[in-house]
């Protein structure tokens, strides 16, 4: 990545940035996604991003009171695709009644909502290498576990919307 921040308050100032244009991303895209499936998935992307500027903002705060050792990371907590499917299993015979409405729009915002998740997560990687708290560091490697694990949610979402009958098939719902 080109001109990658080189101090903690700049990472996150950065941080923040991308998590909030995320969460703009998915909150905008809910609303025009016409797949309820899709529109489920968007939702909770958007309140993920929320979630992490909280933290990254609590970061930031214990930094400018020089008191990150009290910060705690937690543990990652990533949504795992199963548990998403699982939740909105009711959703998805909706979904493929849905699919003849569907047009390109849905998949050209999984594909933007994939690249935003592949560029937070190399993003959160590189932070993690730099930063030298041993906290600040696991807090990031949570945040790119994370990101790939919504990378791979959205990528088996546009599996989905591609082809339902081979999605039902490959996952085993």
């Known amino acids: ?3 990658f921040p080189t101090n903690l308050e700049e ?10 244009h995320g969460h703009k991303f998915y ?37 400018a009171d020089n008191r990150v050792e009290h910060f705690e990371p937690g543990e990652a907590n990533p949504v795992q695709f199963d548990e998403v499917f699982g939740r909105m299993r009711s959703q998805l015979e909706e979904a493929v009644e849905e699919l003849n409405e569907t047009n390109v729009d849905d998949e050209e915002i999984i594909n933007i909502a994939l690249e935003l998740e592949h560029h937070g997560h190399f993003f959160y990687e590189e932070a993690a290498k730099q930063a030298t708290d041993l906290k600040v560091k696991k ?35």
Do not use: C, W
């Open 1 to 3: 990545m080109k001109n």
């Open 11 to 20: 990472i996150l100032k950065k941080s923040i940035e991308l998590e909030e």
């Open 27 to 63: 909150s905008e895209s809910a609303k025009k996604i016409k797949n309820s499936l899709g529109k489920q998935m968007l939702l909770r992307l958007a309140k993920d991003e929320t979630h992490h500027i909280e933290r990254i903002k609590e970061i930031y705060a214990a930094l």
């Open 139 to 173: 807090f990031y490697q949570n945040l790119a576990e994370e990101e790939r694990v919504h990378y791979e949610v959205l990528r088996k979402t546009k599996d989905y919307l591609q082809n339902p009958a081979m999605f039902f098939g490959s996952v085993g719902l």
